[in-house]
T-cell receptor
Framework: AQSVTQLDSHVSVSEGTPVLLRCNYSSSYSPSLFWYVQHPNKGLQLLLKYTSAATLVKGINGFEAEFKKSETSFHLTKPSAHMSDAAEYFCVVSDNTDKLIFGTGTRLQVFP | ETGVTQTPRHLVMGMTNKKSLKCEQHLGHNAMYWYKQSAKKPLELMFVYSLEERVENNSVPSRFSPECPNSSHLFLHLHTLQPEDSALYLC????????????FGPGTRLTVT
């Protein structure tokens, strides 16, 4: 069975400093992995997607994630946080059937 | 309108009421989904439709009844709900099943009194 673990429920950073949101996955297959963001009172928006092409995936709003098979990780990073990045972030793995398996989310706070 | 839209955005209903949530996708996708998002819980997949056929029903109580009249529209009919059903209900669509990314609507915030 596939699963995903987001290692931090909350992350706080200062504006202009780097962001690191951690995600580990478990998969029997070559997985597809996603990061979604959810701003307050909004639906989920796709940030980026990995599907066994380049291991470093660039997404929207300056975010990127690196697929590391040896570490079963897919951490999300951004060099410099902006106030508008404050939101809930979800790491997601696909089991290649009809389901996306969602992590429990990481709430990112950005302080001025 | 573009993307995935949901109406209403907010709904308050009593336990004896009947109401429906509506979802419409303008992306030409073939699969549609209902999710429930409760506080402190992972996103829960409720129903999956592909080409208007239900392919997944994740042990959802019968007081939730989905309907997919065509590939662009998805409804969730609600009756005799319980207070614990209060949550954000999200609709999503994707090009197909499998590893395709899903596009989400803004959700309906449901409160059952």
């Amino acid at each position: 069975a596939q699963s995903v673990t987001q290692l931090d429920s909350h992350v706080s950073v200062s504006e202009g400093t780097p962001v690191l949101l951690r995600c580990n996955y478990s998969s029997s297959y070559s997985p597809s992995l996603f990061w979604y963001v959810q701003h307050p009172n909004k639906g989920l928006q796709l940030l980026l997607k990995y599907t066994s092409a380049a291991t470093l995936v660039k997404g929207i709003n300056g975010f990127e994630a690196e697929f590391k098979k040896s570490e079963t990780s897919f951490h999300l990073t951004k060099p410099s946080a902006h106030m508008s990045d404050a939101a809930e972030y979800f790491c997601v793995v696909s089991d290649n059937t009809d389901k996306l398996i969602f992590g429990t989310g990481t709430r990112l706070q950005v302080f001025p | 309108e573009t993307g995935v839209t949901q109406t209403p955005r907010h709904l308050v209903m009593g336990m004896t009421n009947k109401k429906s949530l509506k979802c419409e996708q303008h992306l030409g996708h073939n699969a549609m989904y209902w999710y429930k998002q409760s506080a402190k819980k992972p996103l829960e997949l409720m129903f999956v439709y592909s080409l208007e056929e239900r392919v997944e029903n994740n042990s959802v109580p019968s007081r939730f009844s989905p309907e997919c009249p065509n590939s662009s529209h998805l409804f969730l009919h609600l009756h005799t709900l319980q207070p614990e059903d209060s949550a954000l209900y999200l609709c999503a669509s994707s090009q197909g099943l499998g590893s395709y990314e899903q596009y989400f609507g803004p959700g309906t915030r449901l409160t059952v009194t």
